[in-house]
Nanobody, 125 residues
Framework: QVQLVESGGGLVQAGGSLRLSCAAS????????MGWFRQAPGKERELVAG????????YYADSVRGRFTISKDYAKNTVYLQMTSLKPEDTAVYYC??????????????????WGQGTQVTVSS
């Protein structure tokens, strides 16, 4: 059974940094793309960053490009989201997601079958 566990969220001032981690069990990352999504109150869940199965293609939403970095550690079966220059509008619950199939980055939440429990990121102004 696939299980994803996120960690690393918290409260940070604007301009600060956080690193989110997503550790997987029950499946290795090496053959699958991964995504980081976020959902703010009253808004739809959106993809902020995705990485292809071998890391050869990386997607960033326009709102985070240049500030967020997604990476995979194959040895630890963990995917990371390094967030810098955080803004109050980055406040949301962040989720990692894993599809049952797909080497390339999938852009929509409904294409992912497995989700972590979410971790809250709050950026104060």
């Amino acid at each position: 059974q696939v299980q994803l566990v996120e960690s690393g969220g918290g409260l940070v001032q604007a301009g600060g940094s956080l690193r989110l981690s997503c550790a997987a069990s029950g499946r290795t990352f090496s053959s699958y793309a991964m995504g980081w999504f976020r959902q703010a109150p009253g808004k739809e869940r959106e993809l902020v960053a995705g990485i292809s199965w071998n890391g050869g293609y990386i997607y960033y939403a326009d709102s985070v490009r240049g500030r967020f970095t997604i990476s995979k550690d194959y040895a630890k079966n963990t995917v990371y989201l390094q967030m810098t220059s955080l803004k109050p509008e980055d406040t949301a619950v962040y989720y990692c997601a894993l599809p049952d199939a797909g080497l390339d980055v999938l852009l929509h939440a409904h294409e992912y079958e497995h989700w972590g429990q979410g971790t809250q990121v709050t950026v104060s102004s």
